[in-house]
């Protein structure tokens, strides 16, 4: 799709924002379980980055067996 640089700019913000709202409730949450600030971001920061290596591997499992099925045939 191209947008116009103004509404790339608006949707970012848009993200980012919500984002911002969804760590905010997070951070409530974990408060209520004795989290601190500190640890519910390294907590996160462990989700996303443990989330986006598992959908890279998966990425490359994929591509592993969509090479062998090609030169299979």
């Not at 409730?25 to 989290?35: E, P, R």
């Not at 592993?64 to 099925?69: C, D, H, K, V, W």
């Amino acid at each position: 799709m191209n947008y116009p640089s103004s509404r790339l700019v608006d949707l970012d913000l848009d993200c980012q924002a919500a984002l911002e709202g969804t760590f905010d409730q997070v951070l409530l949450l974990a408060a209520q379980y004795g989290w601190n600030r500190t640890e519910t971001a390294a907590a996160f920061q462990e989700l996303a980055f443990n989330r986006l290596a598992q959908e890279e591997e998966d990425r490359l499992v994929t591509l592993s067996i969509e090479q062998l099925s090609h030169s299979k045939h």
